[in-house]
């Protein structure tokens, strides 16, 4: 068993930044790739970014791309997702998803464990 647990989240202004964390403990799968996701309630989750074991990423719509970038550091299980110029449109529940290997996916049934996620709210 694999559990997530993510950090970070909370309210700035916007055009601030936010960092969140994740850290994996448990059964982890070391060499795999890691995601995070983003929901408001109502609608549907959507994809922000992965990164592999080796650092390759992907990401969302550009202007998440030009906004966010996403990390790891493996020695500490852990991937981190530095979001800056946030908008108030950025508010979401953020949620960091781990797959069993290694591929990369935009799709959220690709991933197999999931943490409970961490609130971020951009005020305007």
């Known amino acids: 068993q694999v559990q997530l647990v993510e950090s970070g989240g909370g309210l700035v202004q916007a055009g601030g930044s936010l960092r969140l964390s994740c850290a994996a403990s448990?059964?982890?799968?070391?060499?795999?790739?890691m995601g995070w996701f983003r929901q408001v309630p109502g609608k549907e989750r959507e994809f922000v970014a992965a990164?592999?074991?080796?650092?390759?990423?992907?990401y969302g719509p550009d202007p998440v791309k030009d906004r966010f970038t996403i990390s790891r550091d493996n020695a500490k299980n852990t991937v981190s997702l530095q979001m800056n110029s946030l908008k108030p449109e950025d508010t979401a529940v953020y949620s960091c998803?781990?797959?069993?290997?290694?591929?990369?996916?935009?799709?959220?049934?690709?991933?197999?464990?999931w943490g409970q996620g961490t609130q971020v709210t951009v005020s305007s």
């Open positions: 448990g059964r982890t799968f070391s060499r795999n790739a």
């Open positions: 990164i592999s074991w080796t650092g390759v990423s992907i």
């Open positions: 998803a781990a797959r069993r290997d290694n591929g990369l996916f935009r799709g959220a049934g690709n991933y197999d464990y």
